[in-house]
């Protein structure tokens, strides 16, 4: 069964602070990797998208790793601020058909002050 | 302003009503999705369409459904048969219908049932 598994499924950290979000999936085909984040009561919006062949990848303060061997993703965010506060969800991509996206139930990051 | 958008924000249903909920795009894609969020539950998908005057279901399709007469429109009908409607609705949409391409998604849309 194709799913997806994040951890923590919370987390809080001061602001400053670095902190590191986990993904695991078993999907298959697998095709893409990406990560989103959603700010209460709106839509996700993508922060990266890695194929199998990508190891990391940058989108600012927010760096995504993919081991497809281990089939395990994580999401590092470096010197949180305020606005970080939101959920970030980890949508695997199968491959063939119309390429179906699996989401995990996310992990809501709260940063304090 | 190209992007995807839902209406309305907030939808209120009395128990046994239908009701649509609406998604326009016009970013020029061909697929677009509907899904549920639930809390503590990663987004379900409810219908999907790869091209217009063509749907097919998703995983929780039973007393959902769509039309897609347009290429920019998507609408969803919430029908009396769900029995259990309360959600935030998010509808996306993606070209091409494949790949590492990325999905852009409403604000969503938050039903309740009272």
């Known amino acids: 069964k194709n799913q997806v598994e994040q951890s923590p499924q919370s987390l809080i950290i001061l602001e400053g602070k670095n902190c590191t979000l986990q993904?695991?999936?078993?999907?298959?085909?697998?095709?893409?990797l990406r990560w989103y984040k959603q700010d209460t009561g709106r839509g996700p919006v993508s922060l990266t998208i890695m194929t199998f062949s990508e190891n990391t990848k940058s989108n600012g303060r927010y760096t995504a790793t993919l081991d497809a061997d281990t089939k395990q993703s994580s999401l590092h965010i470096t010197a949180s601020q305020l606005s970080d506060s939101a959920s970030y969800i980890c949508v695997v991509s199968a491959s063939g058909g119309y390429n179906k996206l699996i989401f995990g139930a996310g992990t809501r990051l709260a940063v304090h002050p | 302003d190209g992007g995807i958008t839902q209406s309305p924000k907030y939808l209120f249903r009395k128990e046994g009503q239908n009701v649509t909920l609406s998604c326009e795009q016009n970013?020029?894609?061909?697929?677009m999705y509907w899904y549920r969020q639930d809390p503590g539950q990663g987004l379900r998908l409810i219908y999907y369409s790869q091209i217009v005057n063509d749907f097919q279901k998703g995983d929780i399709a039973e007393g959902y459904s769509v039309s897609r007469e347009k290429k920019e429109s998507f609408p969803l009908t919430v029908t009396s048969a769900q029995k259990n409607p309360t959600a935030f609705y998010l509808c996306?949409?993606?070209?091409?219908?494949?790949?590492?391409?990325?999905?852009?998604f409403g604000q969503g849309t938050r039903l309740t049932v009272v």
């Open positions: 970013l020029n894609h061909d697929a």
């Open positions: 996306a949409s993606r070209a091409p219908s494949g790949g590492a391409t990325e999905a852009f």
């Open positions: 993904c695991n999936y078993t999907v298959s085909p697998f095709s893409n």
